[in-house]
Structures are given as structure tokens and as C-alpha cells.
């Protein structure tokens, strides 16, 4: 299996700035990569896939890149907004299991009016 | 409308009770997943069925038995819970588990505290 670094550290960030997350993996490079996004007391929210393939992809105010080389990926929001403060986790294939996804452990974005 | 829906939404019992968690999803998927995620905020996976078939079997106490009545429902049963169970348990569906790449929809999650 992985292993999957995300910055522990909660990120403060002032409303409109953009934010950049962190996702390091050790092992294999995988096919692709998700993310999420989850609030307290709730459960994650898919956000975006982005493929070994694909250098970059957006969704809105959200980018994602995916850089096998460095074994990262970047998550940028931009333009932050206070509604954008919650944790955000980086998930991958598990490797040993077929349809597996092994997730980190996720960074915290607090964004400040 | 919820499209994956948990309950009990928080479960306090004593040592050594057994309980059970139960799941359904609306999505029409042929995927279903338990995961457990710990104080310290890991999201790891339990088990997976597709189509009522167990995929998945992560290194679980037999103690937790997944059971898949239909591909819309899956529940989680924990004999014997002990006080290392207390976490939050987050059900999941995906389309399918064709390669892994599918998106998965989590419910809200059923917090467990085991005294």
C-alpha cells in the first residue's frame, strides 16, 4: 500500500487568497488521484479525479495537478472564501486490492474574512 | 432525497455490547463500502461488497461482520465491542469498483462511543 503525507498543519489563509495543499506519496505511482473535501461532522465530499495522464485539471474556483515524477499533487482553491474552510483529503488506489481507495489523513483550510 | 443514508447517527453502549450500524443507498450502485475513521482523523477501509458480494476484507477483527441483505443496503455488525471501536463509521457506494477510479458518496457517518 501507500503511503500518503498531507500537511498536518491546519492552513490559515486570508479570504481571497489561494490556498495549496499538499498530497505526497511514496510507493507507485497510481493511475490517479482523488479529492475530497469534508466538514465536521460529516462525511467527505468528492471534489476532483485527475489521471497520471493529465498534468492539470479544474473545477471552478478549484486546480489540481498530478506530477508522478515528485510523486505530488497540488490542490490550489482559489479566490478563497470562509464556505471553503473545512479538511481536505487526498485519496489513491490502495494497490492491493482492486477498487480500494487509500486516503491521507488530511489538511485542515481555515480561511479568514 | 439523502443518496446514502446511515443509522444510527450516534451510538453510545457499554463494553462488550453488540450493535449493529445499517446503511442503504438510492443511487442505484452496485458498490458499497465500510470505512473507519479514528481520532486522529485516518479514513480507512473496512470492507467492500459489489453487487452483495464481499471484495474487500481489510485486516478486521471478526468481531465486525458486514452483512448485504441487497446491493442497497449494507450493514456492519460489531460483537463484543471493546473501547478501541469508538470512532466514527462512514458508509460509501461507488457505481461500480471497475478499476477503483469510481467516485464514492459518503453518508453522514455513525458515531460510535463505546464506554
Known amino acids: 500500500s501507500q503511503k500518503i503525507e498531507q500537511n498536518s498543519e491546519a492552513l490559515n489563509i486570508q479570504e481571497g487568497k489561494t490556498a495549496t495543499l499538499t498530497c505526497n506519496y511514496t510507493?507507485?505511482?497510481?493511475?490517479?488521484l482523488q479529492w475530497y473535501r469534508q466538514d465536521p461532522g460529516r462525511g467527505p465530499v468528492f471534489l476532483l479525479l485527475?489521471?497520471?495522464?493529465?498534468k492539470e485539471k479544474r473545477k471552478e474556483r478549484l486546480k489540481v495537478t498530478f506530477d508522478t515524477t515528485l510523486k505530488q499533487s497540488l490542490f490550489h482553491i482559489t479566490a478563497s472564501q470562509p464556505a471553503d474552510s473545512a479538511t481536505y483529503l487526498c485519496a489513491l488506489p490502495g494497490g492491493d486490492s482492486w477498487g480500494k481507495l487509500q486516503f491521507g489523513a488530511g489538511t485542515q483550510v481555515v480561511v479568514t474574512p | 432525497d439523502t443518496a446514502v443514508s446511515q443509522t444510527p447517527k450516534y451510538l453510545v453502549t457499554q463494553m462488550g455490547n453488540d450493535k449493529s450500524i445499517k446503511c442503504e443507498q438510492n443511487l442505484g450502485h452496485d458498490t458499497m463500502y465500510w470505512y473507519k475513521q479514528d481520532s486522529k482523523k485516518f479514513l480507512k477501509i473496512m470492507f467492500s461488497y459489489n453487487n452483495k458480494e464481499l471484495i474487500i476484507n481489510e485486516t478486521v477483527p471478526n468481531r465486525f461482520s458486514p452483512k448485504s441483505p441487497d446491493k442497497a443496503h449494507l450493514n456492519l455488525h460489531i460483537n463484543s465491542l471493546e473501547l478501541g471501536d469508538s470512532a466514527v463509521y462512514f458508509c460509501?457506494?461507488?457505481?461500480?469498483?471497475?478499476?477503483?477510479?469510481?467516485?464514492?458518496?459518503f453518508g453522514p457517518g455513525t458515531r460510535l462511543l463505546v464506554l
Open positions: 510507493n507507485y505511482s497510481p493511475a490517479y
Open positions: 485527475i489521471r497520471e495522464n493529465e
Open positions: 460509501a457506494s461507488s457505481q461500480d469498483i471497475a478499476g477503483g477510479s469510481e467516485t464514492q458518496y
